[in-house]
């Protein structure tokens, strides 16, 4: 039994007669009989009884009726879901990202390509670089903002935003007074270091940053997450570097300031998994890059 077959005897069913179904289907008349009795053949009943006056569904015929309307209908809009997934207005978009983003324009971005797409259903996960990495190879992330470069076989990526760190300090501290910060300078200070399990990158390029200047900081807290960084800054609990957009968290308590030389950047990426070609993906990272803040 073909589509084609339950589309031919659903306009037999609604003419009842050979010659004007044949015509609102575009085809001569003998190649729809034959259509009929193969139909016919597959079912295993007469769906239509025919003599030279009339033609008539049959019980068997009647019962089709419905059941063959209904799964045209399915298939049609099947067919149409299709084309809108493919035309990236409609589908599901599963995101996961670091909390940063939240201050790198992912917000601006998702109300914009939202408006533009209301039909499209979109998941947030807040989650590490790592573990956004497993999910992405998983198959339960269809796009993630990720803090790493260095990505397993099998994801693709664009860098979407560079941007230097800056020096966190509590509004209190003695070095808060002054407008620009060498990294030297927090030679003896306790830092709140971003922990390596969440981010080795991110743990990295501070070491790295403090090694440069002639030191390795003396570590007091490792959290998960920068906002828990500026956090236990702002309550004091010693200084840190962090990325630039982190001055939009507004944290009353932490005072931030640049550093007096160039130094390792922190990198944004949005990975995602090749394969066919993805509309929705394509169509929110040029969302996100013209929500990035300016100077990327």
């Not at 978009?93 to 939202?114: C, D, E, N, W």
């Not at 803090?147 to 664009?158: E, I, K, S, Y």
């Not at 957009?245 to 995602?272: I, N």
């Amino acid at each position: 039994m073909e589509l084609r077959h339950l589309r031919y005897f659903s306009v037999l069913a609604d003419e009842l007669h050979f010659g004007r179904a044949a015509q609102r289907l575009a085809i001569s008349q003998p190649p729809l009989s034959v259509a009929i009795r193969q139909l016919e053949d597959a079912v295993g009943a007469r769906l239509f009884e025919r003599n030279s006056k009339e033609v008539r569904l049959t019980a068997a015929g009647l019962a089709l009726r419905e059941s063959a309307r209904r799964l045209l209908r399915q298939t049609e809009e099947m067919a149409l879901e299709a084309r809108d997934v493919a035309a990236g207005s409609v589908g599901r978009l599963r995101i996961g990202f670091v909390g940063a983003m939240l201050y790198r324009g992912l917000p601006q971005a998702l109300r914009a390509f939202q408006a533009r797409h209301p039909g499209v259903r979109i998941s947030l996960s807040e989650l590490n670089t790592g573990e956004q990495v497993a999910e992405l190879l998983h198959d339960r992330l269809d796009l993630g903002f990720v803090h790493t470069h260095r990505l397993p076989q099998g994801l693709a990526q664009r860098l979407l935003l560079t941007e230097p760190f800056v020096c966190c300090l509590p509004a209190r501290h003695a070095l808060a007074r002054r407008r620009v910060l060498a990294p030297s300078e927090l030679r003896e200070q306790p830092f709140v270091l971003f922990s390596r399990t969440a981010s080795p990158d991110y743990h990295e390029r501070i070491l790295s940053i403090c090694a440069a200047a002639g030191f390795l900081p003396e570590v007091r807290h490792e959290v998960r997450h920068w906002l828990a960084v500026v956090s236990l800054v702002s309550q004091g609990l010693g200084v840190a570097l962090v990325p630039e957009a982190m001055q939009r968290s507004a944290l009353k308590g932490a005072v931030f300031r640049p550093l007096d030389r160039e130094v390792a950047q922190s990198e944004t990426y949005g990975v995602w998994r090749p394969g066919p070609r993805n509309m929705l993906v394509e169509r929110l990272l040029q969302d996100m890059a013209r929500a990035l803040p300016p100077g990327r």
